[in-house]
C-alpha cells in the first residue's frame, strides 16, 4: 500500500494543501490515514476518487460540494 503526504496527494488531484485540510474538517470525500500528526492518503483512494469523478460530457456532472 503506497502513502502519500498531502503534497503528493495535492499535486495528483491539481489542487490545493489547504483544500485537502478543508474537505477534512467538513467531511473529506477522499479516505485519509492519521499517522500521529501526519495525514496520508493511500494512492488506491485517490486514483479511485478521480477514477469515480471522470466525466467524458458536462451533461455528466452533477455538481457538488467536493467538485
Known sequence: MRLLTEREAARLLGCS???LQRDRRIGSPIPYVKIG???????????SYLQT????????YQGGSHE
Open 17 to 19: 494543501i489547504h483544500k
Open 37 to 47: 500528526r501526519s495525514v496520508k492518503y493511500r494512492l488506491t483512494d485517490v486514483e
Open 53 to 60: 469523478h471522470s466525466y467524458t460530457s458536462t451533461s455528466q
